[in-house]
């Protein structure tokens, strides 16, 4: 499984788009990108994923860089709701491996 | 919406006690998994497992764990004697088949303590 990294934590006034991204510069070629969040103790929650291609959900748009080394979560109006630590995963099969993601606080 | 659901919420035991999560998964789903978080570290995945067999499992999955799917609707995680750091919540997952990239449907954890 490929390496991600991101930033601990992020700041977003409420309404606002809320931007986060992720680094997977070692990425192999079958892997895709995988979006979790988890809000609070519940269970992780699928936002989105993407191979190559730009994405976009009722939830979520994702964008992948074109060398496919990074990539960007975009949450286009978030709400307080969205306060939630959220994880970048990139992965070829079944297993997820969790990093430590990106504490996102929506603030009014 | 179809949603994955695991009972009980907390369940608390003494150390060396056996102890069963119980999880049913969205029905038309084929894989199943159970993860781990300690509280304030990551998620952990133990085990996944399809056509009532494992895949996959961690190194954290050994002997003293192991999977079941006794009936057509249930997929339970057993611990034969828990340790104290075994107390985590432990999340059931499911997902509809293996494909290249395929989404997992988390349930809501059981919280295990053990004194």
């Known amino acids: 499984d490929a390496k991600t990294t991101q930033p601990p934590s992020m700041d977003c006034a409420e309404g606002r788009a809320a931007n986060l991204p992720c680094n997977h510069s070692t990425i192999s070629g079958n892997e895709y990108v995988y979006w979790y969040r988890q809000i609070h103790s519940q269970g992780p929650q699928y936002i989105i994923h993407?191979?190559?291609n730009n994405e976009t959900n009722e939830m979520a748009s994702l964008i992948i860089t074109e060398d496919r080394k990074s990539s960007t979560l975009i949450l286009p109006h978030a709400t307080l709701r969205d306060t939630a630590v959220y994880y970048c995963?990139?992965?070829?099969?079944?297993?997820?491996?969790f990093g430590a993601g990106t504490i996102l606080r929506v603030k009014s | 919406e179809p949603e994955v659901t695991q009972t009980p919420s907390h369940q608390v035991t003494q150390m060396g006690q056996e102890v069963i999560l119980r999880c049913v998964p969205i029905s038309n789903h084929l894989y199943f998994y159970w993860y781990r978080q300690i509280l304030g570290q990551k998620v952990e995945f133990l085990v996944s497992?399809?056509?009532?067999?494992?895949?996959?499992k961690s190194e954290i999955f050994d002997d003293q764990f192991s999977v079941e799917r006794p009936d057509g609707s249930n997929f339970t995680l057993k611990i034969r004697s828990t340790k104290l750091e075994d107390s985590a919540m432990y999340f059931c997952a499911s997902s509809a088949w293996d494909r290249v990239s395929v989404e997992q449907y988390f349930g809501p954890g059981t919280r295990l303590t053990v004194t």
């Open positions: 497992f399809y056509n009532n067999e494992i895949s996959e």
């Open positions: 995963i990139a992965e070829y099969g079944n297993k997820l491996v």
């Open positions: 993407g191979l190559k």
